[in-house]
C-alpha cells in the first residue's frame, strides 16, 4: 500500500461510518466525481468541486451525494446551480473540529491517485 492509499485510508476511517472493507467502493466513487470535475478547491470546513453543466454531471453528482449521506453523515453536502453560468458547485462540508482536515486530506490525496 503507497503512502497515499495509507493516507486517503486513514482519512476514510475518520469521516466514514463504512467498516474498511465497505470503504473501497466510495474511495472509486470519489475518483469518478473528481474525474467529472473541471475544478476543485478547499473551502473553510471542506472541499468545493465545480463541474460543467449537463445532464450527465448533475445526474452523477446527485447520485454522489445520495449514496455518500449514507456513509458519511456526520459531512453536509451542498449543490449550487448559479444563473447565468455553465457550471455548478457540490460543496461538502465537515462540522468544525476534528473532520475538517480528514475530510480535505481525502480529497486532496484521492485526487493525486
Do not use: H
Not at 500500500?1 to 469521516?15: K, Y
Not at 461510518?17 to 474511495?27: A, C, I, K, M, Y
Request: aromatic letters at 6%; glycine letters at 8%.
Amino acid at each position: 500500500m503507497t503512502d497515499s492509499s495509507e493516507r486517503v485510508d486513514e482519512a476514510l476511517g475518520l469521516v466514514c461510518n463504512l467498516p474498511s472493507e465497505g470503504r473501497t467502493g466510495r474511495t472509486i466513487a470519489v475518483q469518478v466525481l473528481l474525474r467529472l470535475a473541471v475544478e476543485r478547491r478547499e473551502s473553510e470546513r471542506g472541499v468545493v468541486l465545480v463541474f460543467a453543466v449537463s445532464e450527465d454531471s448533475s445526474k452523477a453528482v446527485l447520485e454522489f451525494v445520495l449514496a455518500e449521506r449514507q456513509c458519511c453523515e456526520r459531512l453536509s453536502y451542498g449543490i449550487r446551480f448559479e444563473p447565468g453560468t455553465e457550471t455548478f458547485s457540490l460543496a461538502i462540508e465537515a462540522p468544525t473540529g476534528n473532520l475538517v482536515a480528514p475530510l480535505k486530506a481525502l480529497y486532496a490525496e484521492t485526487g493525486q491517485e
